[in-house]
């Protein structure tokens, strides 16, 4: 009896005393679990697949944190122009913002170097990997610094080559580019400017009305579904393949730095992770996604592709080597950054083309060919 009394006086003890614990540690529980939300904006139109992309990165987010943090996503315009995000994300009217570093441009030629141009050779996954651990993420900081960015920049998302551009009729030869107003941007305007085009820099979303009132006579953005969402199908029919301007770019995820520096470790740890889950997701979805959309444009919207020559390809190099020489000569971080990409390629480069092997073959083995005789 006397074991029974003293066992029931303990468990009630120990009930009190968790009642105790929980109500003492409630306070805390319940700070823990309130919510940051930061108010982001892409400077990509709603219907954009890139706006997705955006959209994924912050579902990443929201998911991992658990709430605590959570990301809201606007298309461009909703703010702020699209070519103004890194000011408004810089200044604090935005908490952080989803793009590309090109459309920096105007800030520092040299922020253009990670999006235009061939890259040495390099794809943008390798241009990404120059970013990460051949010191381009270092150089970034030091360019933001320059301009008076106040920003935390996450550069992510290999995007495939670019195509040359929508045009009115096929491009054969260098001299068709002379005189056509064209769009485009970054390093890329001086490359075309230089080949003959009239260029006008515009963001994505106001391409399709330019090109229907006659403002432009073609142009280029990114891939084939960008491009069939965005409607460059309803303006143009011909769409040339391959190009040097923009072979190896990459997405930007950027923060106001003191809001991000503001936030404790442990989320800035989850940030870290979901750009690169987000970038991984994004480089498969694209598969996926341009492969079929390049197959629809042709069979449903009537879309020709051609490969870009091979003349127009060489012409671009000479060219945009003769824009990086002038532009190196005048800004001493971007030679140093064109100087640290092209050591990079060196090495990378020669060994991806000696390395991996060419697929064009097993393709045609198993696409283009006879059908493969079927073993009894």
């Known amino acids: 009896m006397a074991q029974t009394v003293i066992r029931r006086k303990f468990l009630v003890g120990a009930a009190a005393s968790s009642a105790g614990a929980a109500t003492l540690g409630f306070p805390m529980i319940a700070r823990s679990q309130g919510t940051t939300t930061f108010r982001f904006q892409s400077t990509w139109p709603a219907k954009d697949i890139f706006h997705e992309y955006a959209n994924d990165f912050a579902k990443k987010v929201n998911d991992m944190t658990g709430g605590e943090l959570r990301i809201e996503v606007l298309p461009a315009g909703a703010v702020v122009p699209a070519f103004g995000l890194l000011d408004a994300v810089s200044k604090g009217t935005l908490d952080g913002g989803h793009g590309v570093v090109v459309y920096h441009y105007g800030k520092n030629a040299a922020l253009a170097l990670w999006g235009s141009g061939p890259a040495f050779g390099m794809d943008a996954n390798m241009l990404l990997s120059w970013h990460k651990y051949g010191g381009g993420k270092e150089l970034l900081e030091r360019l933001y610094r320059a301009v008076g960015a106040n920003v935390q920049s996450y550069v992510y998302g290999p995007m495939p080559t670019q195509p040359l551009g929508w045009f009115k009729k096929p491009i054969t030869r260098a001299e068709d580019l002379k005189g056509l107003k064209f769009r485009t941007v970054g390093i890329s305007i001086d490359v075309f400017t230089a080949m003959g085009a009239a260029v006008n820099a515009l963001p994505g979303g106001e391409i399709i009305p330019a090109m229907d009132r006659g403002l432009l006579d073609a142009a280029e953005f990114n891939n084939a579904s960008s491009d069939r969402l965005l409607g460059f199908a309803d303006v143009s029919k011909v769409c040339m393949l391959q190009s040097f301007h923009q072979n190896a770019e990459q997405f930007e995820i950027l923060f106001n730095r003191d809001k991000y520096n503001a936030l404790p470790e442990k989320l800035r740890a989850v940030i870290d992770n979901a750009v690169e889950a987000a970038s991984a997701d994004m480089s498969w ?72 092997v060419g697929r064009r073959m097993a393709y045609d083995h198993y696409f283009a060919g006879p059908a493969p005789a079927t073993k009894s």
């Open 285 to 356: 979805k694209a598969v996926d996604r341009y492969s079929r959309d390049y197959g629809e444009l042709q069979t449903k919207l009537g879309v020709r592709f051609f490969k870009t020559p091979d003349a127009i390809l060489k012409q671009q190099l000479v060219v945009y080597d003769q824009v990086v020489a002038k532009k190196s000569a005048e800004n001493a971080l971007f030679k140093e950054i064109v100087d640290s990409q092209r050591a990079f390629a060196a090495r990378t480069v020669r060994w991806d083309l000696d390395t991996n």
